[in-house]
């Protein structure tokens, strides 16, 4: 059995920086394998009997595959490999990278074990350490298809675009029948902008295995790449309901194509839809870090802090390194209350992408709008607020057509406020009145004036 690599469409977006959805999945290549994650891990696995291996699953979600030379696996090394799977259920990477070393050394001639450690190592930031892993992979199995696809998918996506396409034109002259490998080499292409090739080669995939519902998944990603919505939709109808019954749905449970679906309907406004395409596409894939974030974000738009915190926790574990994720989940905690929480997420979003001026955005509402906030006075914490909007400010570009930009005004707020409590610490105390006075009794101080959250959510709101 194999795990998912990371390389699936697109990050998740939440934040409103609609130009940054595109320009990632523009960039980020295709995943072949399915994966399981979250509470899946307390349900039974169900492999399937073939030698030729297929589709695992679990309760009723698609958690995996299995390829026939992993019925090789027996004694230590299948006991650490399924150690390793329900480490990976359980989202805990270390542990499934430590088990499926062992797995690798107890089953050194087994292409599984290496291709699920490098899938786990991307995951964890490692792609130098994941490469030596799929190659290893199809060196023990020299046609070894997901372990051949994961390397080049991931040289393509660590800035060695011309290395992944010798690779896979080697590959693709040796094996011209292998419609897998023929379809990765398509992505290669379509992530190089060479639509004419990826779309060909997609085709030829499709000549080979016409109900390969990847290859369309891929033709659907380019038209989207190259800003062809409705024929990405066309293509998108095909693989999840079909035109009828002389044509139906290749795969109506594809996680690829649903997650498509749906940035394009959010895109679109059409949010309801896109709730749904994204759920749908959790329901397959628990572990797709991209449909967690995504469904988080709309969930955070819509003021449902509780739902949409867990959500993002998942995508946090499932993707230790992913700056966006952190960014989320930190806007969550924000609005939940938990600004310490909060901090530290933005603070590892900006150690993972220091160009992501919209942490210092969202640092800004939490410095400004939080009650209080330990080890700071008020008169800090509104300084600081100031600066973190004054950096959004210098580092965001310049703003999206149509968007809106309420930085200024939530300076403006801010230095208001500043002012106030200048104002305020400059005032004399006035006496206490006497015991004899008279004096009325205290009342409760009313709501501040600046209770209301300006921005909305933050990272989902507010046209960043």
């Known amino acids: 059995m194999s795990i998912c690599s990371k390389r699936q469409i697109g990050v998740g977006l939440a934040s409103g920086l609609a130009g940054a959805l595109a320009s990632a999945i523009a960039f980020t290549p295709f995943f072949l394998v399915a994966c399981g994650g979250g509470d899946q891990a307390s349900k039974p696995v169900q492999y399937p009997t073939s030698d030729a291996g297929g589709i695992v699953t679990q309760g009723n979600a698609q958690v995996g595959l299995t390829t026939g030379e992993t019925s090789g696996l027996t004694g230590a090394a299948k006991d650490a490999y399924e150690r390793g799977w329900r480490a990976w259920l359980n989202g805990d990477l270390p542990g499934a990278k430590a088990a499926f070393q062992e797995a690798g050394t107890d089953a050194p001639t087994s292409p599984a074990p290496p291709y699920s450690l490098g899938t786990v190592m991307e995951r964890l930031g490692d792609p130098s350490g994941a490469q030596t892993q799929f190659r290893a992979s199809f060196t023990n199995k020299p046609d070894y298809e997901p372990g051949i696809c994961a390397y080049a998918l991931s040289l393509a996506s660590n800035g ?44 030829d995939a499709l000549r080979v295995k016409p109900d390969y519902s990847e290859a369309m998944v891929v033709i659907a990603r380019d038209y989207y790449r190259q800003h062809k919505i409705g024929l990405a939709m066309y293509a998108l109808q095909a693989i999840l309901q079909g035109f009828g019954d002389s044509s139906p749905a290749r795969d109506k449970d594809n996680a690829e194509a649903h997650l498509l679906r749906g940035i394009i309907e959010r895109d679109q406004g059409q949010r309801l839809a896109a709730m749904t395409d994204f759920d749908a596409a959790r329901s397959s894939r628990p572990d797709m870090v991209e449909a967690l974030i995504q ?102 570009g310049p703003t999206s057509p149509g968007a809106t930009d309420d930085t200024d005004e939530l300076l403006a707020r801010a230095q208001a406020k500043q002012a106030e409590l200048k104002n305020a610490a400059a005032t004399p105390v006035a006496p206490a009145p006497s015991a004899t006075g008279g004096a009325k009794p205290a009342t409760s101080a009313g709501p501040s004036s600046t209770g209301g959250k300006v921005g909305g959510s933050g990272t989902v709101g507010g046209g960043h």
């Open 160 to 203: 060695k675009a011309a290395d992944a396409d010798s690779f896979l034109s080697d590959k693709h002259a040796k094996l011209p029948n292998s419609y897998v490998i023929t379809t990765c080499y398509a992505e290669v292409k379509s992530l190089a902008g060479d639509t004419t090739s990826a779309q060909s080669l997609a085709g």
């Open 295 to 396: 469904t988080g974000a709309m969930k955070l738009e819509a003021g449902n802090v509780a739902d949409a915190t867990p959500l993002l926790e998942a995508s946090v574990r499932y993707a230790p390194q992913n700056a966006l994720a952190h960014l989320n989940l930190g806007d969550a905690y924000r609005l939940g209350g938990r600004p310490a929480d909060a901090k530290k997420e933005f603070d590892t979003a900006l150690s993972l992408d220091s160009t992501q001026a919209t942490a210092h955005y969202d640092m800004g509402l939490m410095y400004l709008f939080s009650p209080s906030i330990p080890g700071m006075s008020a008169d800090t914490q509104v300084s600081t607020a100031i600066k973190e909007f004054q950096t959004h400010k210098s580092r965001r």
